[in-house]
C-alpha cells in the first residue's frame, strides 16, 4: 500500500512538471515564436530591428546587449545579443548577430547574417533594403528533473532546430529615419509537443514600424525622438515613444514609454565618438511590477577602426554631432584659411611707403605652408612700366561686374619678361592712372611675386587719391593665355597650367572638360585641404582659396547648400564641390542634371584616387 502510495506521489510531481513546463513553453511560445524580442536600447543599434540598417554606422560597428529580465522572479528571462555590420563599397554591407535566451528550463540560442543595399535618391534621401536568414537551436535542461530519462518526457525535444530571419527598408532624409520591417520570416516553436506544432504562420503576423527624428539645438545640444509600433496579428498591438537628450555629446539621458509595460529610464555616455555604454531601467506595468521587479538592460557599442571613405550615407547613435567629426574638421581648416586670407590681405598696409593719402587694396594669396607669424618682406620696386600698346582686355567677373585688364611689365635676369595684369572696376578705369613709381614687390613663402601697383585716382573735387593693388606677376606665356581667354584668369576660372604630372596626366582646360563627357581622374595628394578620394562634381576652379570660397557662398545663396571647396594637388587648384559621391555613375548622372542650370552649364566630374 505504501509503495503504491510512493508511486502516485512520484506521478504526480512528474505531472506537476509537466504542467509547469507545458505553461511555461505556452508563453514561450507566444514570447519568442510569435512576437520579437524587445530591447529597450534599440535606439543605440536599430539593426536590432531591422537588417536595413547593416552598415548605417559608416564604420565597422561592434554592438553587445545583456538584458536581464523581471529580477524578483527565479528563472525570469536572460537575454544575451551581440551583432556587428560594416558597410562595404558599392552601397553594400554585410553583419551579423547572434543571441541566447535561458528562461528557466529553457535555453534558445540563434545566429544569423546580413546583407543590405543603400540606393542613393540624391544628396539628401537615401533608401536601404536589408535582409537576414539564420538558424537557431533550443533545449530543455532535463537534467533539472528526478527522472531526466523518463519517456514522458520525450516529446519535448521532437523539434530541437529553427531557421529564423527578417526583412526590412529604410528610409533616410537628414536627420530623419523611418523604417518597416518583417522580424520573424519563418515560424519557430522553441519546443514543441506534436499535438500543438500545426500553429497557422505568416510573415506578416509581425511588422515593426520605427520612425525617429534627431534635432540640433545647437552644436552641443541635440534631441532626439523615436516612435515604434509593433503590429501582431497573435497578440495586441503596441505603441512606444521614446525621447532622447544628447548633451554636449558625452551623455545622454531620455525616458521611453512602452504600452502595457510602463516607463523606462536611459542614460549613457560617449567616449571621443567611438565607444558608447547605455543603461536602461524598467519598471514595468505598475499593477504587476512590485512581484515581477523591474528589467535592467546594458548595452556596449564601438567603432573599429576609422569611417569608411566609401561610406556614402551615416546615421550613427554614436556620433551624434550634426556635423561629422571629418565635415567639422573640413570646416575648422576652411575658417583658418580664411583667417590666414584675411590676415594676408592686411599685410600691405604694415609695408606700403609711408603716404598719408595711400590706401592699399591686397588680393588674398594662396600660401602652401603659410605661417601667420612669418612677416612677407616688401621692397620697391618702381621698374614696372605700364604699357599700353598692348590690347586692351576685359571679362564679367563671377559677381557680374566688368572689369579692364591695365597690363605692366618688367624685364626678368633670364630675358622673358615678368608681367602683372591688373583688374580694375571698368567704370572706374578712367579715373584711375598708373603712378610712375612707387610700385612694391614682395615674394610669397611658396615661392611666387606679387607686386603692389600704385594707382591715382582723381577725386570730383580735384584731390588726388593713392591706391595700391596687389596682383600675382606671371609670366609672357601666361599673360598670353590670359589675354586670349580673359574669363579664365586667377580671380575666375584660371588656365594657367600648374599641377603634378605624378598625380595626373590630364590637364585639360577647365572649358575643355565643361564640354566633355567622360571625367578626369587623379591621385589624391596631401595638401592641407586636399580633397579626399571620391567623385564629385566641380563648378568652378581658383587659384586663390578666397575666390573659391567667395564663389562657393554665392552658390549657398542661390540654393546649393552642400557646396564645399577642397584643394587638388594634380590639378593645381581648388575645387568648388557641388556634389560628392562614392558612385561615379551617379555623380555623373548629377552633373548632366547639373549641366541644365544657366550657372553650371560646365560643371563636370573629378574622380580622386589613393
Not at 564604420?59 to 522572479?73: L, S
Not at 528550463?105 to 542613393?120: D, R, V
Not at 532535463?142 to 523518463?150: A, W
Not at 548622372?589 to 541644365?596: G, L, S
Request: contains cysteine; aromatic residues 10%.
Amino acid at each position: 500500500m505504501k509503495r503504491l502510495l510512493l508511486s502516485k506521489m512520484v506521478c504526480a510531481k512528474w505531472m506537476c512538471q509537466l504542467f509547469y513546463i507545458g505553461l511555461f513553453i505556452t508563453s514561450f511560445n507566444n514570447a519568442h515564436a510569435q512576437q520579437p524580442q524587445v530591447y529597450n536600447q534599440f535606439f543605440m543599434n536599430p539593426y536590432m530591428y531591422n537588417p536595413a540598417y547593416a552598415g548605417v554606422e559608416g564604420h565597422a560597428a561592434v554592438f553587445v546587449m545583456y538584458r536581464d529580465q523581471w529580477t524578483n522572479v527565479e528563472g525570469a528571462p536572460q537575454i544575451s545579443h551581440a551583432s556587428f555590420h560594416v558597410p562595404l563599397k558599392g552601397g553594400i554591407a554585410v553583419g551579423g548577430a547572434a543571441f541566447n535566451i535561458t528562461q528557466g528550463l529553457l535555453a534558445t540560442s540563434a545566429a544569423k547574417a546580413s546583407a543590405s543595399y543603400l540606393l542613393n535618391i540624391d544628396r539628401t534621401h537615401f533608401l536601404r533594403f536589408g535582409m537576414s536568414l539564420g538558424a537557431g537551436i533550443n533545449s530543455v535542461n532535463i537534467t533539472e528533473f528526478d527522472s531526466p530519462g523518463d519517456p514522458a518526457f520525450n516529446n519535448f525535444l521532437d523539434q530541437s532546430t529553427f531557421f529564423i530571419g527578417d526583412v526590412g527598408v529604410a528610409y533616410h532624409f537628414g536627420h530623419f529615419n523611418v523604417g518597416i520591417s518583417l522580424p520573424n520570416l519563418f515560424n519557430y516553436n522553441p519546443i514543441t509537443q506534436s499535438e500543438v506544432a500545426d500553429i497557422e504562420f505568416s510573415p506578416t503576423d509581425n511588422v515593426l514600424f520605427k520612425m525617429n527624428y534627431r534635432g540640433h539645438v545647437s552644436d552641443d545640444f541635440a534631441f532626439e525622438p523615436h516612435i515604434i509600433y509593433r503590429y501582431s496579428n497573435v497578440i495586441p498591438h503596441q505603441f512606444e515613444g521614446v525621447m532622447i537628450a544628447h548633451l554636449y555629446h558625452i551623455v545622454w539621458v531620455g525616458a521611453s514609454y512602452r504600452q502595457d509595460a510602463g516607463i523606462i529610464g536611459l542614460a549613457g555616455a560617449k567616449i571621443k565618438e567611438k565607444f558608447a555604454v547605455g543603461f536602461a531601467y524598467e519598471l514595468g506595468n505598475s499593477n504587476i511590477s512590485s512581484e515581477l521587479g523591474p528589467t535592467l538592460e546594458v548595452n556596449l557599442g564601438y567603432h573599429l577602426g576609422t569611417k569608411k571613405d566609401h561610406a556614402e550615407h551615416v546615421s550613427s547613435f554614436i556620433k551624434s554631432h550634426r556635423l561629422s567629426a571629418e565635415e567639422r574638421a573640413r570646416k575648422a581648416e576652411l575658417e583658418r584659411q580664411k583667417q590666414l586670407a584675411a590676415l594676408q590681405q592686411s599685410r600691405p598696409s604694415e609695408t606700403e611707403p609711408e603716404d598719408d593719402d595711400a590706401l592699399s587694396i591686397a588680393q588674398p594669396t594662396v600660401l602652401d605652408d603659410p605661417e601667420p607669424e612669418a612677416e612677407v618682406p616688401t621692397e620697391k620696386a618702381d621698374d614696372w612700366d605700364h604699357q599700353e600698346e598692348h590690347e586692351e582686355i576685359t571679362r564679367v567677373n563671377q559677381f557680374g561686374e566688368e572689369e579692364t585688364g591695365i597690363r605692366l611689365e618688367k624685364p626678368s635676369d633670364t630675358g622673358e619678361k615678368n608681367v602683372v595684369i591688373s583688374w580694375v572696376p571698368t567704370a572706374e578705369a578712367a579715373s584711375l592712372s598708373v603712378a610712375s613709381e612707387g610700385h612694391l614687390e614682395r615674394e610669397l613663402p611658396d615661392g611666387s611675386k606679387e607686386v603692389g601697383i600704385k594707382y591715382e585716382k582723381q577725386q570730383p573735387d580735384g584731390s588726388v587719391e593713392h591706391i595700391i593693388k596687389w596682383d600675382k606677376a606671371i609670366n609672357e606665356s601666361q599673360a598670353a593665355t590670359i589675354a586670349e581667354n580673359p574669363e579664365l584668369t586667377e580671380e575666375h576660372h584660371d588656365e594657367v597650367a600648374k599641377g603634378d604630372p605624378e598625380l595626373t596626366q590630364d590637364f585639360r582646360t577647365h572649358d575643355e572638360l565643361g564640354n566633355a563627357d567622360d571625367h578626369i581622374v587623379t591621385k589624391r595628394g596631401t595638401h592641407l585641404l586636399e580633397l579626399p578620394a571620391g567623385n564629385y562634381v566641380i563648378a568652378g576652379a581658383f587659384s586663390v582659396f578666397q575666390y573659391a570660397e567667395n564663389y562657393s557662398d554665392e552658390l549657398f545663396q542661390m540654393g546649393f547648400h552642400d557646396t564645399l571647396v577642397g584643394y587638388n594637388s594634380g590639378r593645381g587648384y581648388y575645387y568648388v564641390v557641388v556634389y560628392e559621391s562614392g558612385s561615379l555613375r551617379q555623380t555623373r548622372t548629377k552633373r548632366d542634371e547639373f549641366r541644365k542650370m544657366p550657372k553650371l552649364s560646365k560643371a563636370w566630374v573629378l574622380q580622386v584616387t589613393e
